[in-house]
């Protein structure tokens, strides 16, 4: 069974460009979790996706947008970058919507380096 | 706004060692996990807990919920080079997504 895919892995900008992420979840998972993990900050989570429906949404700013697909496979997209936004973009599927004890399956991130 | 403390932030120590880390927080939660990251990859599910008091082992693993749900525990036995990695605890209530806590990085020395 694949596990959760995200890509790119690795990718560098520069402030004010924007970025594309992408992740497919597990098949079957109909959940999609996006966090931000940066050293100072540990896991923030941004949104969370069910069915192509925004379900939940963190405390970042109008920058961070996401979306997700009929097939599930959801994108994050952050506008006019800062160098702040430098971090690891975990993206989690799970079986489970809004269900405090189900497991998150997280993929190995995507890297984001701002100069 | 729920938020999630972990001690140690950092632990060094030989193998064969025991160790606890900690994770705390000021409010109640209806159930909370422990994951376990390694460098590269994304975090691993160990263990969820759902009733106050109720302990969970995991081969060299011991998972205990606090009883009034607002804390957790985390022991490992005999701690290996293996188990090198960062420890995460995340909480949820009903309805809510999970926060996590900052993590304990452990570094096992052989």
């Known amino acids: 069974k694949a596990g959760v895919t995200q890509t790119p892995r690795y990718l560098i900008k520069t402030r004010g460009q924007q970025v594309t992420l992408s992740c497919s979840p597990i098949s079957g998972h109909r959940s999609v979790s996006w966090y931000q993990q940066t050293p100072g900050q540990g896991l923030q989570f941004l949104f969370e996706y069910f069915s192509e429906t925004q379900r939940n949404k963190g405390n970042f700013p109008g920058r961070f947008s996401g979306r997700q697909f009929s097939n599930s496979r959801s994108e994050m997209n952050v506008s006019t970058l800062e160098l702040g936004d430098s971090a690891l973009y975990l993206c989690a599927s799970s079986l489970v919507v809004n269900a405090n004890t189900g497991e998150l399956f997280f993929g190995e991130g995507s890297r984001l380096t701002v100069l | 706004t729920q938020l999630l403390e972990q001690s140690p932030q950092f632990l060094s120590i030989q193998e064969g060692e025991n160790l606890t880390v900690y994770c705390n927080s000021s409010s109640v939660f209806s159930s909370l996990q422990w994951y376990r990251q390694e460098p590269g990859e994304g975090p691993v599910l160990l263990v969820t807990?759902?009733?106050?008091?109720e302990v969970k082992k995991l081969k060299r693993l011991t998972f205990q919920f606090g009883d009034a749900r607002k804390d957790s525990s985390l022991h490992i036995t005999a701690a290996q080079p293996g188990d090198t990695g960062l420890y995460l605890c995340a909480g949820a209530n009903y309805g809510q997504n999970f926060v996590f806590g900052p993590g304990t990085r452990l570094s096992v020395l052989p």
């Open positions: 807990v759902v009733t106050g008091g």
